[in-house]
């Protein structure tokens, strides 16, 4: 039978046509009375009881056949229909703009006996076809076998009979080659090109004339187009045409063998992808009026049990496709839909869709169609999700982080086109859907659920922050949705917290492949490099996924190091710059600051915070504006600090809890230490001798203590200056919880950075202007607390903002004995007690008297032995007043040990020979949106060694101190101070005296 076509000259003509003829209520009785035949013939017998006559004028005898190839012409015809909707413009229009022939044409084929025709004709497919094709193709598999045994047997007896002549020869068949069980065309089912045509253009019928959410949303509830999305919806619940659909599609075949040449299939599995593909569309549009418009008519049909198996089925597919992904297949090798596989999405691309399809595209709706429905599925604790509409938490949870990580690399691809694929916005939001489902599933879990699904939705949010926060993700989606997904990964490792060490332990070896420290350093430069003030919450969430993460995901690194086990990630700066993934770079490498890279972005905000503070100083000008940046420091700080030592009075977690496990996890080096050049590349972990990841820990402990270092002192003074401020008065008459948070900073920051550092890093930060500055902090606290208690003693006042001041006063004497312990600080500490510094004792003495006069009387002691010009005294008296903190002191000796014997080949920790960093100890360059690892660093041409991020940073490090140094290191004399073990370079005759030497390219 030829199929009905209209040509349409016009976009209404095609549909003046449709309705003056007839053509869908004739073609769907005509489909009713197919159906119906067919099943009165089944009744009667089937194909057995038909005459030989009737049987003779079937399509190859068979009824089944015949019925296929009818319902095929008809529901075609129907299709066209729906097409002429598509192209008048529902989905673009307001319905009530469409000519009166088209709503006509949409009411026809949405009305119930078309839906119950067009169900009856897919039931057909479900219950007859699809059991008949399976039937036939299991026969002709044992006929296969039954054939390939004969054949071997005859081949053993003619083997193993003595030839008495020639064999007979057959000449070749003219024609085609005749088809073989294992070619293409072998066994393939006459019903298969008709069901795949039938269920194809049922599903367009289905969503090529769908009234969408936005226009019944746009119109109201008393629009036209809101009745007739209602009578839409209603009628696919009647008729069961949409359970009917899904219930063929999961009967349906998967995906088999495809030959190399895809021209030589027939439209078969093309039709089937299309199906698939109209199906999922059908099924994001239901989702969209859920949540928007008929939410109850929406949720009783994606309810439905078979509505909802091929939801959580696409979900299933694309888990599989992303464990496969984490294997390393480069193609699925699993039996999978045919929409799901990638070369012949691509073949249909061309041949159908004109290149508007990818795989991002069918990610998205796949993916949409399952999740959509269950954003608000577990808004509480006691929320029970609607039956049937989704999964259990933990299977959620399950399948989310496969998924992620298949969509992740999926984004990758799209953002790598050039220009990036349209689809990449759709997917990403997909992705931020999965994220926002994930972080409600969590927060409504009961414990014992919640912490089952714990490890698999932190994978998930992983890969998930990974896709969006790539350059193609950012310039798609924005920062937002990536500053929305930290919030959520902060709020998982909020509960994350609450784990045992063995489950943190598990949830940071999921987290590896998906780089998530990294990704977090380059979603805060991201925002520094939109706004230039990152917003303090983003910050607050990195750092204490950074603080609670840091050491359990370098032991997991290390362990994977110590197992041979490869590592995917890739450095940074090769993973930013091949956004494909994979491809170039010289195969899977980790380097540790992939993870640290983080802690240096802190460190470099502590910095500029720090910075900005000196030049209000430095102005005269009283506290930053709203205490904003004083705040700033007061939180940034504290942070850094337990990222570091953990906060803790023993190095039992942060970084330096990772020093004594580094030589136990790591393989043993090969080579020494002073085999390392001075260029710090990253390697493969294979490559990597224990010294060069111990070396890096050991210079980013070294970072944030010097940076701590430079900030407590500028911190003190501006907080004594806005101590004297009229704002600090009008503060003490509120609520003063800032302002405690204020004066315990120093506190808790100091002791804890002079135990873990160096005793040489420590003497090179000049403490003494420390202790002056803790000094002034005392005495301004001092007047401002006799000011409020009207001339009062400062202890005497009861208000909660002095009651840790007196713990600030006591780490005073604290901080000079713990220096004084160390033989190569004693001298140092007796010259400042003498008076031969900046350091004021006899004024410091009298600002700690205030509030302790007990640690008052230690300085006093102090400086009485320094006098005496015995550094053995002196160091014993420091033994004597630091009793009960002595143990705690003694427990930190090993950091201080091993950042004493230095990095590589005994080298300083500064500058950097692991970590690729400016080598301006101030440097707060922030700008460019990569992270760190990607600054474009410039060698500095005279020693050969340091590496700037500009002209800027190099004339600031210049007038510090580099000029001294790069002489003595160009003219050979000290070249310990820097090169590990090169040979330094020759005198550069372009450092003339009051300039600097320029830079070279690295």
Known sequence: MPQLTFSIHSRNAGADLFVQYEVVPHASRLLQRVVDHYAAIRAS?????????????????????????????????????AKVVSVAGIQTKPYDRLPDAVRRLVEQLGALPTLQALAGAVRLVANEALPAMTAAKAAAADADATSGACTQQAATQSACRVPDRPARQTAPAAGPAAATPSSPSAHVSPYYPPICI?????????????????????????????????????????????????????????????????T????????????QLYLHTYLCNLALHQQRTASALATELLAVPEVARLRWSGLEQLAALGTEEAAGGASPAHAGWLLLNRRLLEHENKARFRGNLSMGLVFNYIVDAAIMPANDAWSSPGTAASPGL??????????????????????????????????????LRSLHRVSSVLHSVISGAPEFEKHAALPDALEAVGWVLCAISTPGGLASSGASPATMVVRQVYALFVEASRLPPTSLAACARRLLPTGLLGTLDFVIRQELAGSGEPEGSIITACTLVLDAMLVPIMRARLESCRAGVPLPLRHKAQRRASPAGGKGGGGPLWHPQDELGLVVTLAKLVRREAAFAVVRLAAGAEAPSGTEHLMNMCTWGPMLCRITTGGMSLPTSGLVALVA????????????AGATTADPQPLSPAAQPAERVRAAVLETITLCNRTLLQLLEVYCDSLAVYMGSREFARAMLGPTRQLERLLMMPASVTIPTMQSSAPAELLAAQPQRL????????????????????????????????LTTPELATCVPQSIGMMAMEEQLVGAVAGWLRGGSELDVGMLVSAVASWNPGAAMVIARLQREAASGDHAVLAEAA??????????????KPVREAAAAGGLGGAPLWPPRVLRLCGNPSCCNLDGGGVEADLKLQRCSGCRVLRYCGAVCQREHWRQGHKAECAAVASGRSVSMFAASASPAPAVASDIAGGWVCMAEV
């Open 264 to 275: 030589l299939v027939d439209e078969g599995p093309g039709d089937m992808l299309q199906a």
């Open 879 to 892: 033994r004597a007043c630091m009793q009960l903190a002595l143990t705690e002191y003694q427990a930190w």
């Open 198 to 262: 039938l269920l194809r253009a049922v599903a367009g019928c289905l969503v090529l004339p769908c009234i969408e959410s936005a226009a019944v949303q746009k119109a109201g509830a008393g629009g036209a187009a809101t009745a007739a999305s209602r009578r839409q919806l209603m009628g696919c619940k009647v008729s069961g045409v949409l359970r009917e659909m899904c219930a063929a599609v999961l009967a349906a075949p998967m995906a088999a063998d495809l030959p190399a040449d895809l």
């Open 771 to 802: 202790l002056a500055a803790l000094g002034r902090v005392l005495e301004g606290a001092a007047a401002a607390a006799a000011a409020a208690s009207h001339g009062q003693p400062a202890n005497s006042t009861v208000s909660p903002v002095w």
């Open 45 to 81: 017998g089937g194909a057995e009881g038909l005459s030989a006559a009737t049987r003779g004028g079937l399509f190859n005898r068979d009824p089944l056949l015949q019925t296929l190839e009818f319902g095929r012409v008809l529901t075609l015809t129907l299709e066209q229909g």
């Open 390 to 427: 989704v999964p259990s938490r933990q299977r959620l949870a399950a399948l989310a982080a496969p998924i992620a990580r298949a969509m992740c690399a999926e984004a990758e691809a799209l953002a790598s086109q050039s220009p990036p694929n349209p689809h990449l916005g759709g997917l």
């Open 661 to 672: 496990d580094l030589p136990a996890l790591l393989l043993p080096a090969s080579g020494g």
